[in-house]
C-alpha cells in the first residue's frame, strides 16, 4: 500500500491558494480514480483507491498546513508503513511557478507542513514532490503570499502543473523515486 499525502489547509477560505495545491494534486488523482467518498480518518480526509493495480490512500489533512504531521503519523503507524510507502505533494515558493521537484528525502525547506511531519516522524527520509508557486514579489510576506490565489496570467500553468503531477504520483506508486526524479525533474 501506499500513503500519499497532499498538504493544504482545509475550508472554504483556503480553496484555490498557492498552499493548496496538494489538495488540488490529491482532487486530480480522486476524479482519474472514479467516484469515492472520502472517510474522514487520521484527522484527515482519507481516500481509499487503486492506482496502477497498486492499493493507495490519498489522504488530505484537516489539521491546518502547520499541524500536517498528526495526520501522517497516525496512517503510518496505524498501517505499520514503511517510509518508501510514503509520498507528500506541497507547495514550494522555492521553485519557479508549475516547476516539479521530486526528492527522495531533505530537508523541510521552509515549508511548514513538511516541517511538522519531519518532527513528528523523526526522520527526513520520505519522498516528497515539490510543486512550485513561485517567489513572493518584492514587498510581500512568505505567509501572505503563500495564501494568496494564483493570478490570472498563472492558473493555465498550475492547471497543467497538477495534472502533471497527478500523472507523475501514479508513477511514483509503479516504480521508484529515481526514475520519477529524472523524468519530472526539470
Excluded at 493548496?20 to 467518498?37: D, I, M, S, W, Y
Excluded at 516528497?128 to 490570472?152: C, E, M, N
Amino acid at each position: 500500500m501506499r500513503l500519499i499525502v497532499g498538504l493544504g489547509n482545509p475550508t472554504r477560505e483556503y480553496q484555490g491558494t498557492r498552499h493548496n495545491v496538494g489538495f488540488r494534486v490529491l482532487a486530480e488523482l480522486a476524479k482519474q480514480c472514479g467516484p469515492t467518498r472520502p472517510k474522514t480518518k487520521f484527522h484527515a480526509e482519507v481516500l481509499d483507491v487503486t492506482i496502477g493495480g497498486q492499493r493507495a490512500l490519498l489522504m488530505s489533512p484537516l489539521t491546518y498546513m502547520n499541524r500536517s504531521g498528526i495526520s501522517v503519523h497516525e496512517a503510518c503507524d496505524f498501517y505499520k508503513l514503511s517510509l518508501e510507502e510514503l509520498l507528500i505533494v506541497c507547495d514550494d515558493l522555492n521553485l519557479p511557478l508549475a516547476k516539479l521537484r521530486f526528492r527522495s528525502s531533505g530537508s523541510s525547506g521552509g515549508q511548514k507542513g513538511l516541517a511538522d511531519i519531519i518532527n513528528r516522524l523523526g526522520t527526513e527520509k520520505f519522498a516528497r514532490l515539490r510543486i512550485g508557486i513561485g517567489a513572493p514579489p518584492d514587498g510581500w510576506d512568505a505567509t501572505d503570499y503563500v495564501l494568496s490565489k494564483f493570478a490570472k496570467a498563472e492558473k493555465r500553468d498550475m492547471e497543467n502543473a497538477v495534472v502533471l503531477a497527478a500523472e507523475a504520483v501514479v508513477r511514483w506508486t509503479a516504480g521508484d523515486i529515481q526514475d520519477c526524479m529524472n523524468r519530472y525533474n526539470h
